[in-house]
């Protein structure tokens, strides 16, 4: 059905914006590696000439229009999420391709820095959800016919009306219910009644809906959680297997307000492992200190470029997350490659004009018996005058773990010694809570870094 969809030119000449040439497989796992190489073929060269009626693409790009085959995009500049802020509507109009007189706005939701504003054109916005229904159909077989959406919706972010696109095209009931809804005490009966079998969530909401002791058993109905917004991690897996051993937990879709999807997941994968949507998009996991491409199975920053004719064209983004192309084929058969995400690029905290980072905390931690992230939350408190630090550590930490044993820990990481041992620095304590009474925001992200006000 989707092959019908695309390409959308012979009746689409009245609507601005929307003659895309793009091909989109209808089911990507069932292509030979060679077919998918000469569909992307195809798709990197409608891109370029698509560019070549924005001459300031170039500007973005220098290189870009002599694109001719994937392995041509090694020469172009990284393009970082600042290039886009500066590039982008409505700073400039250097970024659309076509009519950009109508479309979707998005507006990233970095955690760091200004925020991105995103100008998809609606034929980019379509495309979007056809990926994400084709994702969930190969998530899940047979797919959910009563979704529940429990994203947060408004706001300028994309993925509560991606979810409710997906559902309609897979095709599905929606239940739109927001994030709000997690919070009321009627929820999960509701769910019960109307037998809805997925939800969509964020990893710690669909985690707290479905292993918590109120709402556990009011879900048994419900078999397959779909998450989407940050990794799910090891030991919410491993929670939702103890608590609920049938379930089906997949990525809803790897994907970014940006690209839109750019990974899913077979029924073979889980954790942070997609297939990527190789088709419209290419993949490198690069080394940007030397600026090489990684072989397969080394870590490094993901670098996507979207295919498109239309909207926004991005090449080389940088989008922020670093992981590994699997060396091994997939147990399904699938040809399109596969990308293990293992974190977010630079994921630190300043603190007291001392940069901390994630990775640096966690590897004290380990010593501790801590090595997940999802277990802690860093909170940095400030006060007038000073700071001063509440590590947050899961019910899954071992009882006897004290302050001292963290304080000890991090002294280890000359930077956390810094901390220590600066003037406004008040202290430290770790605290062992459920890890509902970790901060999250409102989009249903546990950061793992927290600044915070005292009062
Ligand atoms: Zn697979």
Avoid at 85 to 103: F, I, K, M, W, Y
Avoid at 151 to 175: D, I
Avoid at 306 to 334: A, N
Avoid at 408 to 425: D, K, Q
Wanted: aromatic fraction near 6%; include cysteine.
């Amino acid at each position: 059905m989707l092959g019908e969809m695309y390409p959308t030119s012979h009746h689409s000449e009245a609507r601005a914006g929307e003659s895309s040439k793009i091909e989109l497989a209808e089911n990507l796992d069932i292509l030979t590696r060679a077919q998918l190489d000469e569909m992307q073929q195809r798709n990197l060269a409608r891109t370029v000439d698509a560019l070549k009626g924005n001459p300031a693409v170039a500007a973005c790009w220098p290189g870009a229009l002599d694109v001719r085959v994937p392995r041509d995009l090694l020469k172009l500049p990284l393009f970082s999420p600042a290039d886009l802020q500066a590039s982008c509507p409505p700073a400039s109009e250097n970024l659309v391709l076509g009519d950009g007189r109508s479309g979707l706005v998005l507006r990233s939701s970095g955690t760091s820095g200004r925020r991105k504003m995103i100008y998809h054109s609606w034929e980019f916005s379509r495309r979007v959800s056809a990926l994400g229904a084709r994702g969930v159909r190969s998530a899940l077989r047979p797919h959910p016919r009563r979704i529940a959406n429990f994203l947060y919706p408004g706001e300028l972010n994309g993925a509560f009306t991606f979810a409710q696109e997906v559902t309609e095209l897979l095709p599905a009931m929606s239940f739109p219910m927001g994030s709000s809804a997690l919070a009321s005490p009627e929820t999960a009966e509701l769910l019960r009644e109307n037998r809805v079998d997925a939800v969509i969530c964020s990893p710690s909401a669909g985690t707290g809906l479905l292993t918590g002791d109120a709402t556990r058993e009011l879900l048994r109905g419900v078999d397959s959680l779909l998450y989407i917004g940050e990794i799910l991690g090891e030991s919410r897996e491993r929670q939702l297997a103890d608590a609920r051993p049938d379930l089906r937990v997949r990525s809803f879709s790897y994907s970014t307000s940006e690209t839109g999807p750019v990974g899913y997941q077979c029924t073979y994968q889980s954790g942070s492992t997609h297939h990527l949507h190789e088709d419209v998009l290419v993949v490198e996991v690069v080394d940007t200190d030397a600026e090489r491409i990684q072989p397969d199975g080394r870590v490094g920053e993901v670098v996507v470029t979207m295919l498109t004719d239309s909207g926004m064209p991005l090449l080389r983004y940088r989008i922020g997350d670093e992981g590994f192309i699997e060396t091994r084929p997939c147990l399904c058969g699938s040809a399109a490659r596969q990308l293990t995400l293992t974190g977010r690029v630079g994921m630190s905290m300043n603190v007291d004009s001392t940069t901390i980072s994630r990775d640096l905390v966690m590897e004290q931690l380990a010593t501790l018996g801590i090595s997940d992230p999802a277990d802690c939350q860093f909170q940095v408190t400030q006060h007038d005058p000073g700071f001063s630090i509440r590590l947050l550590v899961s019910e899954r930490t071992p009882p006897s773990v004290t302050t001292e044993d963290a304080v000890a820990a991090l002294h280890g990481a000359y930077h956390m010694g810094r901390v220590f041992t600066a003037p406004l620095y008040r202290g430290l304590t770790l605290e062992r809570v459920d890890s509902s009474e970790f901060h999250h925001t409102a989009r249903g992200k546990t950061p793992f870094f927290v600044n915070r006000t005292a009062g």
